[in-house]
Structure formats: structure tokens, C-alpha cells
T-cell receptor, first 111, second 118 residues
Framework: GQQVMQIPQYQHVQEGEDFTTYCNSS?????IQWYKQRPGGHPVFLIQ?????EVKKQKRLTFQFGEAKKNSSLHITATQTTDVGTYFC???????????FGAGTILRVKS | GAVVSQHPSWVICKSGTSVKIECRSL??????MFWYRQFPKQSLMLMAT?????????EQGVEKDKFLINHASLTLSTLTVTSAHPEDSSFYIC??????????????FGNGTRLTVT
């Protein structure tokens, strides 16, 4: 079945450093979504990417969708303590109706 | 924005009893809702897709007789964990999409239910 791999599993950075999490799918995706889950909270939608090679920005967050639509990344510039949480990618196949979540990357930021 | 309310937030029950979890879309109608299970520091595993007015679609390995899903209205889906055992202890979370295209719209998640079976 469809698998979505996400790395790293965990990252601890100093405040002000950059952070990147990567997502890779075993099959071509129709779209990919990113969610953030704060400790003790529920996942909150960040963004959806649909087009091959698409790049979207939200303030310090940059999201990319690979040309082959099988991988994606989320990059945070100059992390802040408010960025702490788990970041999940979730991909949907071209012929499927399920959203498959990656394992998530736990981000911790030292101030 | 679209809000999904889930109740209860946490529940402790004895082994062998049943627990019902409610998931409501407060400001939109949801013909489809999704139930996930999340273990500590792990990803969200889709358990089943709840369809209003029809039977739920369960993922492989999920026992439909143990995890009963009812989607009686466009704003309410319930998950009942029957004859709960300690291994059912987990974080259960529901979600729904407010977009016209359920399968290409963002998901809005409830706050989740922490179930502990003693």
C-alpha cells in the first residue's frame, strides 16, 4: 500500500537556527498537505500543495512539492520557540481517497 | 473557520465496558468524517471513514465489531469502543473536511479523546 516516509523523526535546534523536514512517498501523489500538532493538541492544517514543483511560503515557512510529485519538504527559517511541535505531511494518491500521514517530525527549540 | 468538536476529551474506563466518543462539525456539514488513532509520539493511523447515512469503511486490521461507527446526521459521527481492553488505550481523534471536495480539502481535527482502559 501507499507509504509516506518522513525524516527526521526528531530535531532539536537552537532558537534562530533553520529547520527542515522531508517527506517521501512510494507512489505519485495528487496532493500533499502539511499539519502542525502542538504538544497535547490536535493537528492543525498548514498548507496544501498540488502542482509539480510548487513552492509556497507562509512567513518563515517554505513548502515545496517535488517535480515528480513524490516528495515534499517544509523549511522553517530562524526558528522560534513558538515553532515547537510535531510537523506531519500527509499525501493523497492520484487514485486514492485516503490521506496517508507521515510519521511526523518532532521539533524542539532551545531558547 | 471550520470547527470540529470532540467529546469527551479524556475518559477512563474499566476493562470490558464500552465507551462512546462523539465528533461534531459545529459550523459546517460533513458527509464524511475520519477516525484516527494516535499512539504516543507516533503518526495518525486512519481507522475508518464514516459516511453519513451509510456504513463506515474500515481500514485493514480494524475490527468493525469492536469499533462501532455511526454517522446519523451531517454534523455528528460517533465511535464506540466496545468491550474495551487495556490495549485499546490510545488517543482517538476525528476529522472532517469543510470543502466541497472532501478528498482534496484540508482536514479539520477535533481535540481528540484520550482513552485509558484499566
Amino acid at each position: 500500500g501507499q507509504q509516506v516516509m518522513q525524516i527526521p523523526q526528531y530535531q532539536h535546534v537552537q532558537e534562530g537556527e533553520d529547520f527542515t523536514t522531508y517527506c517521501n512517498s512510494s507512489t505519485t501523489l495528487s496532493n500533499i498537505q502539511w499539519y502542525k500538532q502542538r504538544p497535547g493538541g490536535h493537528p492543525v492544517f498548514l498548507i496544501q500543495l498540488v502542482k509539480s514543483g510548487e513552492v509556497k511560503k507562509q512567513k518563515r515557512l517554505t513548502f515545496q512539492f517535488g517535480e515528480a510529485k513524490k516528495n515534499s519538504s517544509l523549511h522553517i527559517t530562524a526558528t522560534q520557540t513558538t515553532d515547537v511541535g510535531t510537523y506531519f505531511c500527509a499525501g493523497r494518491t492520484e487514485y486514492g481517497n485516503k490521506l496517508v500521514f507521515g510519521a511526523g517530525t518532532i521539533l524542539r527549540v532551545k531558547s | 473557520g471550520a470547527v470540529v468538536s470532540q467529546h469527551p476529551s479524556w475518559v477512563i474506563c474499566k476493562s470490558g465496558t464500552s465507551v462512546k466518543i462523539e465528533c461534531r462539525s459545529l459550523d459546517f456539514q460533513a458527509t464524511t468524517m475520519f477516525w484516527y488513532r494516535q499512539f504516543p509520539k507516533q503518526s495518525l493511523m486512519l481507522m475508518a471513514t464514516s459516511n453519513e447515512g451509510s456504513k463506515a469503511t474500515y481500514e485493514q486490521g480494524v475490527e468493525k465489531d469492536k469499533f462501532l461507527i455511526n454517522h446519523a446526521s451531517l454534523t455528528l459521527s460517533t465511535l464506540t469502543v466496545t468491550s474495551a481492553h487495556p490495549e485499546d488505550s490510545s488517543f482517538y481523534i476525528c476529522s472532517a473536511s469543510s470543502g466541497a471536495d472532501t478528498y482534496n480539502s484540508p482536514l479539520h481535527f477535533g481535540n481528540g479523546t484520550r482513552l485509558t482502559v484499566t
